[in-house]
């Protein structure tokens, strides 16, 4: 049975017995659903503000975008994301279930087990170049510190370990510790970037001298219409995997009026701000030092004395780490837990998220800006996008937003499907992927991951969220009886 509380059901029956089950999986309690709109909207700062957030107009500019049609792609990219991110939040708010639970709803108890490991492994890829990423901001943060570092054979190696291991620690810790984390690290990172932007302003002779300059960080010549439709796909695919899993979040909110106003107040607003100081600053430093230096890692380098360059690599790695908790290793965490309930645990799904993103060689993903927005984004934007559409139509069109929890933890409930897989949620899900899949081969395999000569399924390709959203939607609602 379950007892309703306005926004919320919370599961009374005990179906702890369930292989299905283990605390780490298990609906919250109404007194554990305490996560405010400050709370959610803190979660997204601390998500949002990051060096790959920073740097992310840069890739759009040096294949030819201006500066205003890059933050542009950026903020459209982001309002369209967050339709399906507060659609699948509901189901978390509302019954208290991740995202792993909830599929089961749509793809079977069993079947459920797909898209969670494949939102897994792209998540695992993600904590490797966050983890990448801060491992290099550690080594300068090193060098700063103590000159001799320099010298140090495979100083970057050992910054890399090193911040791999803090993340294990804090992995250790479990998910409330990432909630304080992102609650005193959001004003610390907004507050960091303003303070770069004042420097900029007034080293590099005022926002508008900054902003005419930008025109010399333009390295491509490819028309802005042609790069739109890929370049907006890649920024719905930059949170498209979050668009997901957020319910790992969301079943902890209050009420389903701070999810949405949390997320709609972090997300879009906070991208576009943080893209655009990226801009801003790299455009300054054009002025101050004449060549642009995109990594704020290697600008901090540059800007002063030890102490500046030490508190701003803390406060980089401070946005690395609650980037990298949040976004990478509490959902895929959760999709390995539910991959084996009893012998899986949140901590340990976390340590193997850790460990994957080591052998996933993070170094190679993040080493070509072309490469990794029109092959990494897009590419893996097709798969979220193909269970995002399964999702969001079982969830709100199918069932009318109603579940019952009990089921979800029952091997023979009316999500058993056969054998525990909803063979109709697999075959939208394949089906709606296969048009796309020649585009990213052939991006795949091309340096830059730009197509010189693009056909149909190139130009497919460039849609892949919006196609395999859409596709395996309609895929599904068409060949999906609505049940009783």
Request: a positive charge.
């Amino acid at each position: 049975m379950t007892a309703p509380s306005r926004d919320f059901v919370e599961l009374a029956e005990d179906v702890s017995a369930s292989p299905l089950w283990n605390p780490d999986l298990a609906p919250t309690r109404l007194d554990q659903r305490t996560w405010s709109t400050y709370h959610i909207a803190a979660l997204w700062i601390g998500m949002a503000v990051v060096i790959t957030t920073y740097t992310l107009a840069s890739g759009l500019m040096q294949q030819g975008m201006t500066w205003w049609q890059a933050l542009g792609t950026i903020l459209l990219g982001n309002v369209v994301v967050l339709l399906p991110m507060v659609l699948n939040a509901h189901a978390g708010t509302k019954y208290g279930v991740s995202f792993p639970v909830l599929c089961r709803a749509s793809f079977g108890v069993r079947g459920a087990n797909l898209p969670a490991i494949l939102r897994a492994i792209v998540a695992c890829g993600w904590f490797g170049i966050q983890t990448w990423i801060g491992g290099l901001a550690l080594h300068t943060l090193f060098g700063a510190a103590w000159s001799g570092w320099t010298g140090v054979p495979g100083g970057v190696w050992i910054a890399f370990a090193i911040f791999w291991l803090i993340q294990v620690v804090i992995i250790l810790r479990g998910l409330e510790g990432i909630k304080l984390l992102e609650a005193w690290s959001a004003p610390l990172l907004l507050g960091a970037g303003v303070a770069l932007l004042v420097w900029a302003i007034r080293r590099g002779g005022g926002l508008g001298h900054i902003l005419s300059e930008s025109s010399r960080l333009q390295q491509g010549s490819t028309p802005f219409w042609r790069l739109f439709p890929a370049a907006l796909t890649a920024n719905v695919g930059y949170w498209a995997t979050l668009s997901l899993n957020i319910p790992d979040f969301t079943r902890y909110a209050r009420s389903q009026r701070s999810q949405v106003l949390g997320q709609a107040m972090g997300l879009p607003t906070t991208m576009t701000m943080f893209a655009f100081i990226g801009v801003a600053v790299t455009s300054a430093t054009i002025v101050v030092f004449g060549e642009a230096i995109w990594d704020p890692v290697a600008l901090i380098a540059r800007i002063g004395s030890p102490l500046v360059v030490i508190v701003g690599a803390l406060v980089v790695l401070a946005a690395q780490l609650t980037t990298n908790m949040a976004a990478n290793v509490v959902s895929p965490a959760n999709d390995f837990s539910s991959l084996a309930p009893r012998r899986i645990s949140y901590v340990t799904g976390g340590l193997i998220t850790a460990v994957v993103g080591l052998l996933m060689m993070p170094w190679k993903l993040y080493a070509d800006a072309g490469a990794y927005i029109f092959t990494w984004l897009i590419g893996y934007s097709s798969l979220m996008g193909a269970i995002g559409g399964i999702l969001i139509a079982d969830y709100w069109l199918l069932r009318g937003r109603e579940l019952s929890l009990p089921d979800l933890f029952a091997l023979h409930g009316r999500y058993a499907y056969t054998n525990g897989v909803n063979q109709k949620a697999v075959i939208a899900l394949v089906l709606a992927v296969l048009p796309v899949l020649p585009g990213f081969i052939r991006a795949a395999t091309t340096p830059g991951g730009v197509v010189p000569n693009p056909g149909f399924f190139d130009t497919l390709y460039t849609y892949a969220w919006f196609v395999t959203f859409a596709l395996s939607a309609i895929i599904y609602l068409a060949i999906t009886r609505r049940p009783r």
